[in-house]
């Protein structure tokens, strides 16, 4: 069984991630960093993508000494598993993802990514071969419910977002809308990739709740049964 997968995005008021150069911007504030911290502890695993991790070199640790503890406490690992996307096995070795804090790493990569990086990451990080020329995600997801991740956090980029998406694998997801205009039409989206068509093929939402913080708004949504 697969995890029950949350995608949190943060987004400028023009539904911008980041810069068109692929900088990365500060959209949320103190008070937004805290959720996505107490978020990321409860999560058995958090995934991004390669492109992701070569634009900002995330440890995607827990920084919380509390929730540390909290974890600890749980008989868990400090930090949950981290899980990068990266069909052609580009991610750097000394990647902060991969040497920052303790805990398990998970690699996801297709069958055309190099023999000798792959021998490489495997003395890192459990390396999961799906997909020809593309991470099948439906079956790393599969991998990691075996693993025992229940709870799967997403934390980008938005590549790997719409890739969920359009394998309907996502069931809520948290926006934060900043107050920021970014602009650009070559700036990523929270959702990028070819898009869907037709209408039928749109994923529909439930709002479920939406508050004021940190100059912007959080939106949490779910996903509709059958979308």
Known sequence: MRPHVLVNVAMSADGKISTRERRQVKISGAADFLRVDRLRAASDGVMVGIGTVLADDPSLTVKSDELKRWRKAKGQDEHPIRVIVD?????????????????????????????????????????????????????LLGELGAMGVQNLMVEGGGKLIAGLFSANLVDEIYTFVGNIIIGGMDAPTPVDGSGFLKDTEFTRLTLQEFFLTDDGMLLHWTVRPGS
């Open 87 to 139: 069909s052609n096995a580009k991610i750097p070795l000394n990647a902060s993802v991969l040497t920052k804090g303790e805990g398990k790493r998970v690699i996801g990569v297709s069958r055309q990514a190099n023999l000798a990086k792959v021998a490489e990451l495997k003395k890192m990080a459990t390396v999961v071969v799906s997909g020809d020329k593309e991470v099948g995600l439906a079956q």
